[in-house]
């Protein structure tokens, strides 16, 4: 009975922590506003960056917020009932590569999602603040020097584990499970962002403020189709 209760606790973490990170903001904050779904534009990217090509920017900055605290809050809720019960820190681990998947893979849009970076941070942030600060500021510099989002995603994803393992014992506590954990969302983050990679290196890719996708308008409410 002692072994399979903090199982069950920890198999019920993994699965909160999941089902946190698929609640789809861009989604759910889109239809609360009265925009069009981001993933009928754009670059059909459920995320901060796609919402804001509406012309939006209070949905593009809620949608970020909503989708770094969600995987804050699944690695916060993971650690403080894990330190209540004695559960490794492998159980916190875990829980933030699962609110992390849960993005990318969101239970609520048929396994599909966003690119996660947003959710990326807010799982850093909980895990270990200083990390998350350090991240974020290559993030800007790289953005602000490139004016590629998409090159300073891939390459503050590539930097953190680095980081991480740096820091480790100097500036931060070094834990195994978290860097595993790191090391993986940061796999992840390069691979859902492979279709970017390509078009930067054919140099094809779309630079910050070069211009806003052309978002469709609704049709008119009442009108039908084929009819004048």
Avoid at 156 to 183: C, D, E, Q, R
Wanted: net charge positive.
């Amino acid at each position: 009975m002692d072994v399979v209760l903090p199982a069950v606790v920890s198999l019920g973490l993994i699965l909160l922590s999941y089902l946190l990170g698929s609640i789809p903001f861009a989604v759910v904050i889109s239809r609360l506003m009265g925009l069009q779904d981001p993933r009928s534009f754009g670059s059909g990217n459920p995320g901060a960056t796609n919402v804001l090509r509406t012309g939006n920017k209070k949905a593009a900055v809620l949608t970020l917020f909503g989708d770094a605290f969600k995987g804050w809050l699944a690695v916060v809720l993971a650690a403080y009932i894990s330190q209540r019960l004695g559960l490794s820190v492998a159980v916190v681990a875990a829980c933030a590569v699962a609110a992390f998947i849960g993005h990318v893979y969101s239970l609520f849009l048929k396994f599909k999602g966003g690119k996660g970076v947003a959710t990326a941070l807010g799982v850093l942030l909980a895990l270990e603040p200083w990390l998350a600060f350090v991240v974020a500021g290559s993030w800007l510099v790289i953005a602000f020097a490139s004016r590629y989002s998409s090159l300073a995603s891939v390459m503050a994803a590539a930097l953190a584990p680095i980081y991480y393992i740096m820091g480790g014992k100097v500036i931060w506590p070094l834990h195994i499970s978290y860097a595993a954990a790191i090391l993986l969302i940061s796999v992840l983050v390069l691979y859902r962002h492979k279709q970017n990679i390509a078009r930067l290196l054919q140099g094809k890719e779309s630079r910050i403020g070069g211009g806003k996708s052309q978002v469709p308008p609704p049709p008119p409410a009442g009108r039908k189709k084929g009819r004048r």
